[in-house]
């Protein structure tokens, strides 16, 4: 079983950055490719973007694509979402989420491993 960690959300004017990261309790996490998602109040969870297992194939929401980057280190069982130039529609709960799947999409139902989420607010 794969246990999922996220942190590094906050408190974040609009234009700011912040940098999340999504910890494996298992160093086979470069088995997975992991995805990142978000939850704003009220709306559905949405795909934000994912990383193939060594790194090397990701793909962006329409909505973040030139703003966000998604990387990985698999010695240190860690994936990160770079986020710049945020803005209030970015605010919600983020989760990372893992599948054995080789060239997952951004749909919440192709992972089968997620975490507890970590809240983003940008507001000013």
């Known amino acids: 079983q794969l246990q999922l960690v996220e942190s590094g959300g906050g408190l974040v004017q609009p234009g700011g950055s912040l940098r999340l990261s999504c910890a494996a309790s298992?160093?086979?996490?470069?088995?997975?490719?992991v995805g990142w998602f978000r939850q704003a109040p009220g709306k559905e969870r949405e795909g934000v973007s994912y990383?193939?297992?060594?790194?090397?194939?990701?793909n962006y929401a329409d909505s973040v694509k030139g703003r966000f980057t998604i990387s990985r280190d698999n010695v240190k069982n860690m994936v990160y979402l770079q986020m710049n130039s945020l803005i209030p529609e970015d605010t919600g709960i983020y989760y990372c989420?893992?599948?054995?799947?080789?060239?997952?999409?951004?749909?919440?139902?192709?992972?089968?491993?997620w975490g507890q989420g970590t809240q983003v607010t940008v507001s000013s």
């Open positions: 989420a893992a599948t054995r799947l080789v060239r997952p999409g951004l749909g919440r139902y192709e992972y089968d491993f």
């Open positions: 990383i193939n297992y060594s790194g090397n194939s990701t």
């Open positions: 298992s160093n086979l996490m470069s088995d997975y490719a």
